[in-house]
Nanobody
Framework: QLQLVESGGGLVQPGGSLTLSCAAS????????VGWFRQAPGQKREGISC????????TYIDSVKGRFTISRDNAKNIVYLRMNNLNTEDTATYYC?????????????????WGQGTQVTVSS
């Protein structure tokens, strides 16, 4: 069974950090690009970062650039999202997704496999 599972979410104070993990089972994650997406209540889902199969290209949206770092360990079949200096606007459910787009992209329709999400709440 092909599956992506996110973990590492939780409640953190503004300025704090979290590291999200995206673990794959049933397939080799290293054969796919991986994107991280998030959806806040009442908002549409937005792509925030992606990483190519061999990590040669990473992409971030402006609002997380310099604060978030995407990385992957293909030997462990895991992709990470390190999030620093979190603020209340980062509160959302975070999803990872795997796909094989022709170019690095954070468009959700370019991704085929999705996890169930992990909640990140930034609050004092």
């Amino acid at each position: 069974q092909l599956q992506l599972v996110e973990s590492g979410g939780g409640l953190v104070q503004p300025g704090g950090s979290l590291t999200l993990s995206c673990a794959a089972s049933g397939f080799t994650l290293g054969q796919y690009a991986v994107g991280w997406f998030r959806q806040a209540p009442g908002q549409k889902r937005e792509g925030i970062s992606c990483i190519t199969k061999n990590s040669d290209t990473v992409t971030y949206i402006d609002s997380v650039k310099g604060r978030f770092t995407i990385s992957r360990d293909n030997a462990k079949n895991i992709v990470y999202l390190r999030m620093n200096n979190l603020n209340t606007e980062d509160t959302a459910t975070y999803y990872c997704a795997a796909g094989d787009p022709l170019v690095p992209t954070i468009r959700d329709y370019d991704y085929d496999f999705w996890g169930q999400g992990t909640q990140v709440t930034v609050s004092s």
